[in-house]
T-cell receptor, first 115, second 112 residues
Framework: GAVVSQHPSWVICKSGTSVKIECRSL??????MFWYRQFPKQSLMLMAT?????????EQGVEKDKFLINHASLTLSTLTVTSAHPEDSSFYIC???????????FGQGTRLTVV | GENVEQHPSTLSVQEGDSAVIKCTYS??????FPWYKQELGKRPQLIID?????GEKKDQRIAVTLNKTAKHFSLHITETQPEDSAVYFC???????????FGSGTQLTVLP
């Protein structure tokens, strides 16, 4: 299957700083990527849909100015958590779908810990 | 939007027994229903999926059934093994360009 790579796998940052997470589709072009957040023992909740060359679509309750998404190319989307706080600590996972392929491919996730 | 409910939240079975996890969805336009297995700290892994034009699909010890009229689908694992222990999520989506809506997850424990 297609490969989606996410970086970094884990990151620890101080409160008030910003963290950037990258999501790359390695062997296919993804016009759309999705960003999910997963708190411990909970499900994956969609944060936003990242569209190549246009603004991201955010789910209700997700602050677009706090979670900045950039999808500048067909193989890369980035999520920047700005002014991070301890409550932003979570597992962030991206996914992408190859055109014409219903299956979604997930990145390996990023464990963010804000101290 | 779509809402997916999943039951049970936890399930313990003896090795060799069968496990069944059930999900319901709300949007009749959903046409793709994958099941994922997620181990702690890892990405979800697709184990089986079904499209709305099919009622049942089987892959070795794993099967999924779909009832479009009732808007529910189920995961069946037979001859369970300890390595089947994980969290399982169902999901639903409309078309290949749309996001997945996940169920709340089921922690499956297979007791040796």
């Amino acid at each position: 299957g297609a490969v989606v790579s996410q970086h970094p796998s884990w990151v620890i940052c101080k409160s008030g700083t910003s963290v950037k997470i990258e999501c790359r589709s390695l062997d296919f072009q993804a016009t759309t990527m999705f960003w999910y957040r997963q708190f411990p023992k909970q499900s994956l909740m969609l944060m936003a849909t990242s569209n190549e060359g246009s603004k991201a679509t955010y789910e209700q309750g997700v602050e677009k100015d706090k979670f900045l998404i950039n999808h500048a190319s067909l193989t890369l989307s980035t999520l920047t958590v700005t002014s991070a706080h301890p409550e932003d600590s979570s597992f962030y996972i991206c996914s992408a779908r190859d055109q014409g392929n219903t299956e979604a491919f997930f990145g390996q996730g990023t464990r963010l810990t804000v101290v | 939007g779509e809402n997916v409910e999943q039951h049970p939240s936890t399930l313990s079975v003896q090795e060799g027994d069968s496990a069944v996890i059930k999900c319901t969805y709300s949007d009749s336009a959903s046409n793709y229903f994958p099941w994922y297995k997620q181990e702690l700290g890892k990405r979800p892994q697709l184990i089986i999926d079904i499209r709305s034009n099919v009622g049942e699909k089987k892959d070795q010890r794993i099967a999924v059934t779909l009832n479009k009229t009732a808007k529910h689908f189920s995961l069946h694992i037979t001859e369970t093994q300890p390595e089947d222990s994980a969290v399982y999520f169902c999901a639903a989506s409309m078309g290949s360009a749309r996001q997945l809506t996940f169920g709340s997850g089921t922690q499956l424990t297979v007791l040796p």
